[in-house]
């Protein structure tokens, strides 16, 4: 009795939780003027910030609330490590991400800083190095897109054919990045290019992985889902090159 009375206990703090996610939820979509430029340190690292809930050992668990966090907008990311998180928005700035925090009322939430530090670029001169900025643009240009475009379907700004078309816009963007960038370093194969055509190429999957169909909500999260991807990718191509 005592097992099931526990299990009982983490079911409703489960769902409590995720009640209070779909407020944050709200609180932060209704808001005017949120998006803004990725925070950068004087370092020039970009940081993003994600409001997320930890402390799970029980996958099955996780998967749960996961699941119920995507059915009311969030990425519901999972992330593994000594013990489970999961990532249900990340923000472009602590401040935005606090503010979420705050209107979640939920202690066991916290906001967890992604740091994406800054390349140098020694590795890379002249021309190459040129290629290769203008290249890394592809980064905000998507974060930008994608929060923006999940913010304004969440609150019925634009509907689900105004935030395909968005998407389509987007692609078309990023394919045009790739196809210069792959024209400008043709025959250089160094480590940190491969990384950079990696990158490009998985962003472009993230974005034919974005589910266009189903309830706003489910295009909402898969919009997220899609964001928080492409946070985790570009701080392992920074940390790469």
Known sequence: MRKAAKENV???CTVVLCFMVTIGLCTFYSGDGILGALSVSKSGAENAYA???????DITLARTTSDLIKKRGG???VIKGDTIEIVYAVYPDEETARKVLSALGEGS????????????????????KNAVVDALTYYKIIFDKLYSTANSLYDGSIDVQGANTQ?????SQIEEIKSVFYKETEGNESKQITEIKLALVTSLALLENVKTTGTVAAFVSSLRYAQVQLVMCRQALMNAI
């Open 10 to 12: 983490i079911v409703v």
């Open 51 to 57: 409001v997320a809930v930890g402390g799970y050992t």
């Open 75 to 77: 990425a519901g990311y």
């Open 109 to 128: 939430a916290y906001v967890k800083t992604v740091e994406i530090p800054a390349s140098k670029l020694k590795w890379a001169s002249g021309d190459t």
């Open 167 to 171: 998407i389509r816009v987007l692609k």
